[in-house]
């Protein structure tokens, strides 16, 4: 190809994308460049065509194109792809004669050949130009035109193509097993599919050789390789082991076939390594088969002869080991005969399904290292054999345990049980294997025999391959070669060992052993230490999601004869398959040659493996069915691969800043470049001559490779290879790559400290011992925190190198936008370092670390970067362990570099500088660290022994002590010691031999002012929470000093050691008196023992806080001074119950005072005030079980814990209730009772008894009045009135309702004599508590809560301010729980802010004003007048509802209420000084005034004629009052006023049955007023209909309509508003009737009225009245108002009365 070639010196334009090519690997060699306008990003090459991808998204072709019609021979220069204009193109990929491309959207676009469907396009054998092709989802749910799926990349092959899609899920398309297409019944495919057996996993990269594929999966999680082993197959739901039960012991044989050639395992979908298709083994169809034979791996069978031996020695036993199943029979068998090499199955044969039946051998621990040894161990055409040393018995078997089994059976009773408990052993050595880790077995050697040997005595069973005949002992050496190879490898094996450490439980296997030998088996493996797991599979889980995975497992599938999938054969696989030897291996890149593969580390290790015809591996062996690493001299790290069809190109890092390449391969002479593929003849001549030395042995360094600048990638195909690369442009390249290269570098280093010292430290047998159990979890904590940073580093390092690859540029580094994942791993590992060096963890290591490193720790010494030759050693482990923290340095460094690379104004100069110096100060800071590790570590060595151990703490610093003598404490004794020792946790006094510790978030100290001490000392005064001492010190320095040091440790303690500054100690900011923190009391005897948790301030607890005692007490809530202060939640248990007492409420200074609910252990609930501890004041306590009808309920007056003073119990079991005074939880004084039989009693009460004058009204109005001695009892002088007026007067003995015993005279009333029968009824009311003297309590409350401690008396503005006071943290308590509260219930608070003016003349407004503000503080309990309310609601309620509704306490109930009206107005007019007193006039200035009154009041009586408003509590309260109090209270009434009610109701229900007419005639209504027509409602708008004489109810309707409204209002204004209504809608209807002006006289209203009355039918009409009249405003009876309310009161009266003739 004429191809202009320039160097790179002629060439300093400063480019990037430089493009290079070049075939073989001599030293003449000058790589071409290939000249574009624009930089590559990417290329791609096939056998001879290549594809490149350049900046801007076009795509050219280059090399031969035979599918171009139009280009018959090679082009010179290459051909832009015009089809693809238009679109962006983002990554490219090539195939042996095919291309493809992905745009920016995800769609995919092939060209090139199709003849095998590769191109994904049917009917078409060739595509010239870019075609779309689309992958179409059929698993979407939606319908027919079907999800396209977008795609990031592709991979090509021969004859396929594979495409990764958005979801990282595998498509592919083309021909072949390679597809891994199980489903596909024929080739081509011609449509994109997916890969059913990759969906679901997260696919990262693929890659096609010529007959296989390779893809890079993510682990689907850390956890996984915990799955409990599977019992069944997962394809066959077959058992996977079968057991013999023998005399003692059981044969575990898991032979189990599984008809499909790959097996899903454990439930995860990830596949078993098949076995190989051995079609049987059978000479002859005579013969039996062999139920137990099963190739694991390619293994040429022993000669037929050999065979037969061994299946008719062995015929017995497969019939009794195990049931045959049918497959195990002829269709196992493809011809009768064992093939030379079974693995040679034509895939496209298998396609058709022979193969498929070739049963499956299926691993039974699927993620257990040592099958894949065991299969490596059998790889590769190796045979392995043992000959027999002491016994003569020969048996021929195969490798494979199983047919092992069955001989073992068969042979037992000849042998003897010897050789049974051998085997017995031998096969639980197996399992052990999977479960423990191997210590006797070489790491690679998974179950060679070197593992098994500790089990076995010499010469007990021989194992060979057949009966040993002439010529045919061919023992091959080089699987032992091997498994010490893999050895070297297996450095990270460990990693896997970690795994089987876990799982010491074998499912229903193990527990069937012999004890005897599973103890002999576990013994010398079980390890006392829990190794902290190393794998990376703890992660950072924040940084996961950000950084590259390393959790990676390679999957193969496709042709594999020259062992291309690594699975240890030559098999080819349907499906994919996981190669178990690369899991852990933390794979970040796959790449597949023509029939080899290679896979590249995190550590930058290259790992390949298949053909090795041209020395492509890089290794000697030849070929390699596993994968093996490419033989680099040391200190080469690999960080690209590229695969050609007989050659490797490796990029990688070298001494020097600049990438170097190797080359590993087939040397290319010049003008070989062949047109036509060679046929498979020429093929094998070739290979010969290549085996004659035109090709590498391992990898050479390409001496070119400093002149190509600064490689950023590399591509191989066919012969070709090409790299991508960059000119140093102002440095910045140089730095990208220096920080990728340092970072790769600090991984392997990290890698070989937890491989090479860490792990065998942590593997020591006497670890445990020689640490012990602090130090050990310690190291395990170091351990763990070394992993965590080495995993980020890998991640890290792969991250760079990704950028490297493709962008190029600062915004691909993670290190600047996430520094804090990285910043917090190191402060962590430097903790666990500090820690451990503190506790003298490097010192104590010495030890085991010479039993391990022996005297001379080279090791150590280089990797420490030591340059003393006779260190001791703990200070090389510490130098070892503190050098992942100089890499913060380094990143600092390069960031610094690659900043300097930009102009200082723009924003990558600014994000790299930002990042340099957080990485600068860290670095700082961690130094600190370690100095101050170093001083206490030393510190310790000096320190008294005891108290060392008592004090030293691994996160313990040491900031300076007072040895020399610098700090002494006052007033002490002479010959006292004191010793004080200031660590960054607490400051240590210690004496002699005591020492007490001052935890420093709970310490205050403040210098003594010098004037202060006449001696001119320098004292510091130190407070703790329960002592206060002074320090003096030596100078005006030390004191300066140790107040700095003290102020900075507390501060630094306070704001906790993860977040204190990373920018250096100089801050001299004082720790703020108030605090946070926590603290246990030792000395206080209330407190002994106690934590608090929460603020304090100078030394006492102050502000929320948390108080436990040891005993089970808590208190939740504010502090005052150290003392319970404010609201608090109290929580005591109580022992006897096994329950809690619990309090929440307010307390004032350690004890409850103020509001509160104690709900007691026994089930009582108080609540109600406290004083000292102890009820007092107002409140209710409610007795007997939780439930909610408790037993008994108090509501009443407390003093000193008890009831004493007014009170009302409702004693519900007894049906009584008793509303009275008390003495000392006894009822003592006036009281009155009622029950729920009606019983009435009220008099005096003495000792808890009923005792004095009394008077008791039964049901039925027979009264008794007189002395009472008991409860009920009668007992002295007295009078008995019956119900009828008859009385008996004398004297009375025994209890009312069961026999009275009577001496006196019984007396018939006079009939005439009416007056006399008067004076008889016994006036109630007169022994009750006076309704001033109740609930005075509830008043002193409110009047204690507005600053007025006698009530009445104190400072107006002051109780203002308490208002103020009440409300605002009401609001602060309710906004820490906003659930509590309604919007409106916050909007009223909001309004209640403002304070309405208190002081000067009352107007008319002022007094709207004062309504308006008393009807939203009555709205809230949280203003003290609400509280008021509140209170009140509940004792009216409790008092009179129930049992308490009894008629005869109506009386009692509505002076209740005008007592509560004249006490509230009291409170009321103290507020509002200039209120007129009640009774008194508010001028009336304005009509407007009055218009505005009435608009805003809803309860506001109607003004009477006369100017200006008269005040009183009615006017003012009730409304607020009333609606509260209406049901219990009209109840009252209701039963009070029944019969009449009933009278009148009967009289009602009479007269309405009469038409209009007729009952306006019967009631005396003059004509004139009777209506003539009236409105209709259906009619038309204004038509009127005749009153006839049938029509009802049509008569003055809205006038009764709205006299029925009267029930619906509460207040005594409002209903007579409504009587006024009333009349003025009768007015009206009259009006209109009337000519001339009219003027009502009250012989025509009453009857009119009636009438109305009559229709309203209002049931209660006689509790209306009664209501209105008992609570009407003074000044309203003699007005209009008055005169109305009169006529309502005679209509009732006369209704009642009416006699219906």
Known sequence: MESQRKSSEEDSSGERGLLYSWRGYSYSLTPERLLLSRPVLQAALGTRHGVLLVEGGQVYSFGQLPWKQSQAHEPTTPVLESALSGQRVVAIAAGDLHSGAVTEDGGVHMWGDNSSGQCGLAGLSTVPNPTPVALLDSDTTCAPPLNTVPVLELACGGRHTLALSAQHEVWAWGSGCQLGLVAASSFPVGRPQKVEHLAGRYVLQVSCGASHSLALVRCTGAGEPLHPPQDKCGQCHQLLYTMTDKEDHVIISDNHYCPLGVEIASGDGKLQAPAASAQGLRSSPSEPILSSHTSTSSTPAAPTASSSTLAHGTELACDNSRPQGPEKGESAMANGELPEHPAQVDCAQSADGAAASAPGKNSPYPDEQAVNDYLRKLSDHTLMEQTAKSHSLQAAATTTTSALNSLVTSCASAVGERVASTYEALSLKKMMNFYLPSTGAVPGGGLGMPGWADGLSPGALSLSGAVPGPGEERVLLEDSMQAKKSSSTGDIREEEAEGLRRRLSLPGLLSQVSPRLLRKAIRPRVRAVALTPLGAAEGLPQGQEVLPSLQTEVWSWGQGEDGQLGHGDNLPRLQPLCIKSLSNKEVVRVSAGAHHSLALTAQSQVFSWGSNSSGQLGHMESPSTIPRLAKLSEGIRVWDIAAGDKHTLLLADGDCMQPILYYSGQQVKEGEAREQPPD?????????????????????????????????????????????????????????????????????????IKMHILRPLLDLENLSVALGPTLLGLLQTLASRLGLLCHLTGQHSASLTANLRRGRDVKGLLMLDHASIFMDAYHEYCNAVGNFQVMGGFHTLTKPSLDFFGKSPELLLKLAESSEECAPIADLLAALFHLPVR?????????????????????????????????????????????????????????????????????????????????????????????????????????????????????????????????????????????????????????????????????????????????????????????????????????????????????????????????????????????????????????????????????????????????????????????????????????????????????????????????????????????????????????????????????????????????????????????????????????????????????????????????????????????????????????????????QAVFEECWSQLGCEPSGQGDQRRAWDNIAVALTTSRRHIQDSPELLSRSHSRILESLEFIPQHSGPITMERYHVIRCYLLKACDTPLHPLGRLLENLVGVYRMTYVGVGANRRLLLQAVNEIKSYLSRIFHIVRFLFPDLPEEGGVIPEPSTEGQEKSKAGSTGAPLESPKPGRVVSSCALLLPVLLPRLYPPLFTLYALDKEKEDDMYWDCVLRLNKQSDMALLAFLGVQQKFWPVSIPVSMAVLGEKQQVLSSTKDACFASAVETLQQISTTFTPSDKLQVIQQTFEEITQEVLKLQTENFLWSMDDLFPVFLYVVLRARIRNLGSEVSLIEDLMDPCVQHGEHGIMFTTLKACYYQIQHEKIT
């Open 680 to 752: 498979p003849q020429e093929r094998d001549e070739e290979e010969e001559e290549e085996q004659a030395g035109s090709y590498t042995q391992q990898p050479v360094l390409l001496p070119f490779c400093m002149n190509l600048g600064y490689v950023s990638g590399v591509f191989a195909g066919g012969q070709r290879c090409v790299v991508l690369s960059d000119r140093n442009v102002m440095g910045f390249i140089a730095s990208l790559h220096e920080l990728a290269s340092s970072e790769r570098k600090f991984y392997c280093k990290l890698c070989s």
């Open 887 to 1335: 890499h913060l340095h380094e990143y600092g460094r390069l960031l610094l570099k690659l900043a300097t690379c930009f102009e200082v104004s723009s924003s990558d100069y600014q994000r790299l500088q930002d990042g340099c110096s957080k990485f600068e100060a860290l670095d700082l800071h961690l130094k600190r660290k370690r100095k101050e590790a170093d001083y206490t570590c030393h510190f310790w060595k000096s320190f008294p022994g005891k108290m060392t151990d008592s004090l030293r703490k691994p996160h313990r610093r040491l900031i300076c002590e007072s040895s020399n003598k610098a700090l002494t404490l006052q007033n002490a004794g002479r010959f006292s010691v004191n010793w004080f020792i200031l660590f960054n946790d607490a400051l240590v006094h210690a004496q002699f031999s005591t020492h007490h510790i001052f935890p420093l978030a709970t310490l205050w100290v403040e210098p003594i002012p010098e004037e202060n001490t006449a001696t001119g000392l320098y004292g510091l005064k130190v407070i703790s929470p329960e002592e206060t001492f002074t320090l003096l010190a030596c100078s005006p320095m030390e004191k300066a000093k140790w107040l700095r040091s003290i102020n900075q440790a507390v501060e630094q303690a306070l704001s906790g050691a993860g977040q204190e500054s990373a920018t250096g100690a100089g801050t001299k900011a004082e720790p703020p008196m108030s605090r946070t923190a926590s603290y246990t009391f030792y000395k206080d005897s209330r407190l002994k023992e106690a934590v608090y948790e929460g603020r304090w301030l100078a030394g006492k607890p102050n502000g929320r806080g948390v108080l436990k005692w040891p005993d089970g007490r808590i208190y939740t809530g504010t502090f005052k001074n150290g003392l319970e202060d404010g609201f608090g939640e109290y929580i005591a248990p109580n022992k006897a119950l096994n329950k809690n007492d619990h309090y929440q409420g307010f307390w004032k200074e350690g004890k409850k005072d103020g509001l509160g609910t104690y709900s007691y252990a026994s089930g009582e609930v108080y609540e109600g005030s406290f004083q000292d501890n102890m009820r007092h004041g107002h409140g209710m306590l409610r007795s007997g079980k939780l439930n909610t009808s408790s037993p008994s309920v108090f509501i009443g007056h407390w003093l000193h814990d008890k009831k004493t003073g007014y009170g009302v119990l409702d004693d519900i079991t007894k049906g009584e209730k008793y509303m009275g005074m008390w003495q000392d939880h006894q009822r003592q004084g006036t009281a009155v009772v009622v029950t729920q039989f009606g019983l009435y009693y009220e008099g005096f009460f003495k000792d808890n008894k009923m005792m004095g004058t009394g008077v008791l009204v039964s049901e039925d109005d027979t009264t008794y009045e007189g002395e009472f001695s008991e409860d009920w009892t009668l007992n002295g002088k007295g009078v008995l009135t019956m119900a009828n007026g008859d009385y008996l007067e004398g004297s009375f003995s025994g209890e009312w309702g069961s026999g009275l015993k009577v001496a006196g005279s019984y007396h018939k009333p006079n009939l005439y004599d009416t007056d006399k029968d008067k004076t008889r009824t016994v006036k109630l009311g007169r022994l009750c508590v006076r309704a001033e003297d109740k609930w």
